[in-house]
C-alpha cells in the first residue's frame, strides 16, 4: 500500500494544480450560471401562471435532489473508479459528458421540447458526471500538491464555490436578458431573435467544459500504482470489493469516524438556515426591512450577497494564510462552533442588517473548517485509497442534508422559522464542543495511533 511518507509530489505539481484549479474554477463558474439560467426558465417559461405555482416547487425540488441524489448514489461507485482508472482520463471523460448534456439542453431549448422529464433526466446524468469527475479531482490533490500546501489548496477551492454564488447569477441573469435588450434597442442580429438569452448562458458553460478538457488533455495528472493488480495489470478486487475497502478503512480508525461522525451532525442542522432563509426573511424581518424602506425581495438579495461576500472572503483567507500546520482538527471544530453561534444569533434575530452579518459570519467558516478537514483526510488516507475513502465519506457525511431540509421544511411550517433555525443550530454548538475534548478525534493526525 502506498504510504503518504513514501510518495513526492512532481516539482511542478503545485503548477499544475494551479491551472486545473483555474480552468475548474470557469467550469464551476459555467455550470452555476447554468443553474441559475436553467431555475428562471422553469419559473418565467415553462411555470410562469400563478396557479402552476406548486408545479413550479415541485420542479424547482425535483431539480436539486435529482442532480444531489444522483451524485450521492453514483459516489461510491465513482471514488472505486477513481483508484481503477487514470484520473486524468476520468476527469476528461466526466467534463466532456457534463458538456454533451449541455448541449443537447441547448439543443431542446431552440427546438422547443425541452420539459421537465427530459430536463430531470439530464440532471441526473450531470450530477453522475460531476462525482466521477469529483471523485477523481480530490484524490489528485495529494499527487500533485506538497503535503504542506494542502490546506492552502483546498482553501483555493472552496473560494471557487463561493465566487460562483456571488457573480454566476448576474452573469446569468444579463445573458438571459440580452436579446429582450437588443429587440429594444433596434438592434438588429441573430441574438434579437432568441426568445431569451438561456441558450447563451448554456453555451456560456458548454466554452468553459472545452477549456476544462483542453488544459487536462496537456497536463500530467499522476495516479496512484496499486499494490492488488494482477498479471494483466488489472485490480484482481472487483470494484465492489474497492468500495468496501473504502468503507472498512474508515470504519477500522475511529478518528477517522468521529470527524466523519461530527460533520454529519453539523449537515443535518445547517440545513434549516438555507430552507428557511426565504420565511425568515418574509416573516420574521419583515417589520424591519418596511421600517428601513427595504422589499421583501432586496433585503433577500441582501442577505444572500452579504453571505456568499463572507464565503469568498473566508477562501481567501485560507488560501492566503494555508491553515494550521499542526492539530489542524482545531482548524475544523473551533470554525464550525464560531458558525453555529452565529446560526442561532441569525435564527433569532429581527434585524435585516444583523441577520445579515451573522450569515457573514457562519458563511466565512466553511471554507476555512472544509479546507483543514480535507487536508486531513488527504495527509491521513494513503494516495491509492484516497478515492474510494472519500467517496464513502462524502455519501456518509451528506445523507443527512435531504433529511435535515426536509425536516426543516416540516417545521419551518409549524414553528417560528427563526427558532427552528435557532435550536438546530444549537445542537450543534453543542456536540462541536464537546469534540474538543474528544480525546480520539484530537489524535486524527497521530498516525501511530489512529486505528485505536
Known sequence: MTSEHAYAPPANGW??????WITQALSVFGSAITGFALTIWLTVTAYPAPEQRQELAFAL?????????????????????????DRKTTMIVADVASGLVSILLVALLLTNTLNLW??????????IANTFHDSAFDASYAMLVPREKLPRANGMMQTIWAL???????????????????????????????????VLAIGLDIITFLVAVAALSVLHVPS????????????????????????R???????????????????????????????????????????????????????NSVMGIGGVLGGLAMSTWGGLKRR????????????????????????????AAMGFVTAAMIPILNAHSQAIWQSITPNELQGRVFSVRRVIAQFTLPIGTIIAGVTGGIFDPGMVI??????????????????TLRRIEDHTRLSQ
Open 15 to 20: 503548477r499544475t494544480f494551479v491551472i486545473i
Open 61 to 85: 425540488a425535483a431539480m436539486g435532489i435529482s442532480f444531489f441524489l444522483a451524485g450521492l448514489i453514483a459516489a461510491p461507485i465513482g471514488g472505486a473508479w477513481a483508484d481503477r482508472h
Open 118 to 127: 427530459l430536463l430531470l433526466g439530464l440532471n441526473v446524468i450531470a450530477g
Open 164 to 198: 460562483s454564488g456571488v457573480f454566476s447569477p448576474a452573469l446569468a441573469a444579463s445573458l438571459i436578458a440580452l436579446p429582450a435588450l437588443l429587440r429594444q434597442s433596434g438592434v438588429t442580429h441573430w441574438l434579437s431573435s432568441l426568445s431569451d438569452g438561456t
Open 224 to 247: 496512484p500504482k496499486r499494490t492488488d493488480v494482477g498479471t494483466d495489470q488489472r485490480p484482481q478486487a472487483s470494484i465492489w470489493a474497492d468500495v468496501r475497502e473504502g468503507a
Open 249 to 303: 478503512y474508515i470504519w477500522q480508525r475511529r478518528a477517522m469516524l468521529w470527524l466523519l461522525g461530527t460533520f454529519t451532525v453539523v449537515n443535518f442542522t445547517a440545513a434549516p438556515l438555507y430552507t428557511l432563509l426565504p420565511l425568515v426573511t418574509r416573516y420574521n424581518l419583515g417589520l424591519d426591512a418596511a421600517a428601513i424602506g427595504m422589499s421583501y425581495e432586496a433585503s433577500l438579495a441582501l442577505i
Open 328 to 355: 489542524r482538527i482545531f482548524g475544523v471544530l473551533i470554525p464550525m462552533i464560531i458558525s453555529a453561534i452565529a446560526e442561532v444569533a441569525f435564527g433569532l434575530s429581527s434585524l435585516v442588517y444583523l441577520t
Open 422 to 439: 435557532a435550536v438546530m443550530a444549537m445542537i450543534a454548538v453543542v456536540f462541536c464542543t464537546l469534540q474538543l475534548f474528544n480525546p
